[in-house]
């Protein structure tokens, strides 16, 4: 397993809002987003939308499904699945967790919905 990003406290990202941590930071070749679903959890996908350049993050997110700004694209933030048209390849996951209020992000090691 990948060793974690710290990415702040869990205060730091709002619930139903995303952080954004840059491909250079993370290690990864695209950026990824950090969401605090209205579940209370966190999760993380590739930034960008599987379906047409977009992120992700800027997207809006209900329950534990984000929709992409752009073409209304779905997308489970436990799985990455695309949940509709016009999205039909899932987004990346990467494993999350909170560690004592901190939340930790593994780049590159899918959670185990998408494993």
């Not at 406290?9 to 209205?38: L, M, N, Q, R």
């Not at 929709?67 to 489970?76: G, I, L, N, T």
């Not at 999205?87 to 999350?96: G, L, P, S, W």
């Amino acid at each position: 397993m990948s060793e974690p990003i710290n990415i702040g406290s869990v205060d730091d990202i709002d619930e139903g809002e995303a952080k954004v941590i840059p491909a250079a930071e993370a290690g990864t070749e695209e950026d990824i987003a950090v969401f605090h679903a209205e579940d209370g959890n966190f999760y993380a996908l590739n930034d960008e939308c599987t379906h047409e350049t977009a992120s992700l993050a800027d997207g809006w997110i209900e329950g534990t499904e984000v929709e992409c700004p752009v073409h209304s694209a779905k997308f489970c933030l436990k799985s990455g699945e695309a949940m509709c048209m016009p999205a039909t390849i899932a987004a990346r996951t990467h494993k999350v967790e909170v560690v004592d209020g901190d939340v930790l992000l593994y780049p590159n090691v899918p959670t185990a919905e998408q494993a």
